[in-house]
């Protein structure tokens, strides 16, 4: 079993910065593949930013240049650094594992989430 707890979410203004969290704890096997996805109201989840056990991530292109996402393994906890904010970027920010996620970017594919912190940008 796998516990993912998010923080750091909030209101910002548009080109202003955010640090997300997520506390992992359960088994690190499980938690190979790392992700942070988010779901604006009326539309589907989507990936936003994925890693691998080593470190190799991915962004999606919507965020490419603006978000960066890390973990701290002797922390267990994965972050997402959200720089240059866009109103477009509200939504509910989740994290999720899986253990063998190879395309990062399909939530089918994560067995575990956390329950979700929300994101608001004005313009």
């Known amino acids: 079993q796998v516990q993912l707890v998010e923080s750091g979410g909030g209101s910002v203004q548009a080109g202003g910065s955010l640090t997300l969290s997520c506390a992992a704890s359960?088994?690190?096997?499980?938690?190979?593949?790392m992700a942070w996805f988010r779901q604006a109201p009326g539309k589907q989840r989507e990936g936003v930013a994925g890693i691998y056990t080593g470190g190799i991530s991915r962004h999606a292109d919507s965020v490419k240049g603006r978000f960066t996402i890390s973990q701290d393994n002797a922390k267990n906890t994965l972050y997402l650094q959200m720089n240059s904010l866009k109103p477009e970027d509200t939504a509910m920010y989740y994290c999720?594992?899986?253990?063998?996620?190879?395309?990062?970017?399909?939530?089918?594919?994560?067995?575990?989430w956390g329950q979700g912190t929300q994101v608001t940008v004005s313009s």
């Open positions: 999720a594992a899986s253990e063998h996620a190879v395309i990062w970017y399909l939530a089918s594919l994560y067995n575990y």
């Open positions: 359960g088994s690190t096997y499980s938690r190979r593949v």
